[in-house]
């Protein structure tokens, strides 16, 4: 996928927070949607020993994890997405290093469970502490590090009253999530994930070839390393980069922009890709504005919110850092109804479907049942 067909689709905009402010303080706030990425953890390896992988292993041991589960909600129990049978997550997880959300991590999301606290006070203010279900709808995919950040984000969302109410939280697999469906399951997609990470592919990304033969002159890691794997490596666990031989900082920034651009070549080079990728969750969003809870909470993963942005056109060019989050809030003006989408808590103009960042809600919803239907 060449720079410019991604360029197509990274369209963000951010409003002009004064004048929205304004506008809301003529609306109520009726129901919002956040799906955010995991807390930071730790890399899974692969192919990155070669990245000097047994001394990041050394230096992320002990300290990392310390104190983090007295930061996780305690009151949550489990439902299958799915069936919404009850299920004991209690033996699925063994301890492992790889994957791991950390300290630091649960931390990011604490932090964003209070902002919503702020945000949605009075809402909250009137959910009794027996019907925090009703009002919190909490789901998950499947991975450890999904669950715990969820559970996190509730340590920072719920306060007195309302601290220490049980919450159920829906979990599903994560080939399968609610918010992305696995690209290589769907027929047609498999080859064009192969091409979006084949190196004649990649090479056709501007300025890619260059900084991947000098990182391999300062590294000596082969030019046709994974570059997920590498990104991954680079990002996880907020390294002192500079404390290993041959990285600078810039190709932490480097590879998350090249692996922006695979990313994408994954689902937009077939006609039909986002919409099928991202469509079950679309859908489940506009039930979700009108009839689910007054706050519907989901926790996954950055591929989920680059395809969601990608095809909402929203996408910065930036990969998504940990905490980042989506947010889909609506408002209602006498018997008018809006959709503000939010980019980490800042209102942005979705252009792809209306010229305003309050787009009216029957606007929103034939958007979505056009294009994702």
Known sequence: MDSALFKEYTHMHYADEDAVANELGQMTLSRGLFLFRHGERTPFGGRCELLHWENMIESITDSHFEDKQSKLYPNVSFRDMTTMEPIDLSNKFQPRLNGQLTTRGADQLISLGKVLAGRYEKLLRDCSKDDVDKCIKVTSTGSERTIESAK????????PPLAGAEVSMRVGSVRESFSAKDIRSIPGLQQAFDDAHDMTHKKKMVGFSDWIRDFHSRTGVPQDIDLMELRDYLTSAQMPLASLQGIHETD?????????????????????????????????LVRDLQTGGQLNLYSGHDLNLNCLRLALRIHDGLWPQFASCLGFELYRRNDEKYVLVLWNMRPVVASGIHHSPLIPLDVFVNHINEYFG
């Open 152 to 159: 996190a984000l509730l340590s920072g969302l719920l306060s």
């Open 252 to 284: 932490r920034y480097a590879s998350e922009k090249f692996c922006c651009i695979a990313t994408a070549a994954e689902v937009v080079t077939e006609e039909t890709g986002l919409s099928r990728v991202c469509g079950p969750f679309m859908q489940q």
